[in-house]
């Protein structure tokens, strides 16, 4: 079975421009949570989708919005970019929550220059 | 919210011995405890879970022991090996709410 995939891997943006990242959970996992990595805040929640609805959600601003589609891939976009936002952007998929087994994609990495 | 803090944030230990990574979480309700593991450069897995029913759990040299009162839990790693180094995540979430992570301990395995 296909682990979770992120594309981009890896992206350069510049301070006011917007991004979307995508997401595509092992098949037939229906929950997406997304994650931020940075050296100085460690991992920080920012949401999690299930059956193409928002569930929870993490203390970001509102530039940062997720949705989810049909087939559960997950697309997460971040507007109005601020050098701050430079960090991996991880996804993890799971059955139906985050409270059992996530399995983690291998991240994008986004710059903003 | 919950608050979840991690110590220490580096371990170096000989191969061999035990290593020991301890969290506190600030909110009770909190009934779901993971541990991560992430190597250098790739993403981070699961090693071990705990649920707020569960004192303790055992996956071969991998323990995790919870203690509700105290509200802190722990993640032991005996007869270390040099493959054990990593960065080690915890971090709580209650009934599917948001899910708070450590800030992570970096575990040195020296041969």
């Known amino acids: 079975k296909a682990g979770v995939t992120q594309t981009p891997r890896y992206l350069i943006k510049t301070r006011g421009q917007q991004v979307t990242l995508s997401c595509s959970p092992i098949s037939g996992h229906r929950s997406v949570s997304w994650y931020q990595q940075t050296p100085g805040q460690g991992l920080q929640f920012l949401f999690e989708?299930?059956?193409?609805?928002?569930?929870n959600k993490g203390n970001f601003p509102g530039r940062f919005s997720g949705r989810q589609f049909s087939n559960s891939r997950s697309e997460m976009n971040v507007s109005t970019l601020e050098l701050g936002d430079s960090a991996l952007y991880l996804c993890?998929?799971?059955?139906?929550?985050?409270?059992?087994?996530?399995?983690f994609g291998p991240g994008t990495r986004l710059l903003v220059l | 919210g919950e608050n979840v803090e991690q110590h220490p944030s580096t371990l170096s230990v000989q191969e061999g011995d035990s290593a020991v990574i301890k969290c506190t979480y600030s909110d009770s309700a909190s009934n779901y405890f993971p541990w991560y593991k992430q190597e250098l450069g790739k993403r981070p897995q699961l090693i071990i879970d705990?649920?707020?029913?569960?004192g303790e759990k055992k996956d071969q040299r991998i323990a995790v022991t919870l203690n509700k009162t105290a509200k802190h839990f722990s993640l032991h790693i005996t007869e270390t090996q040099p493959e054990d180094s990593a960065v080690y995540f915890c971090a709580a979430s209650k009934n599917n709410n948001d899910m708070r992570f450590g800030a992570g301990t970096r575990l040195t395995v020296k041969p």
């Open positions: 993890a998929s799971s059955w139906t929550s985050y409270s059992e087994t996530q399995y």
């Open positions: 989708y299930f059956s193409e609805t928002q569930r």
């Open positions: 705990i649920r707020s029913n569960v």
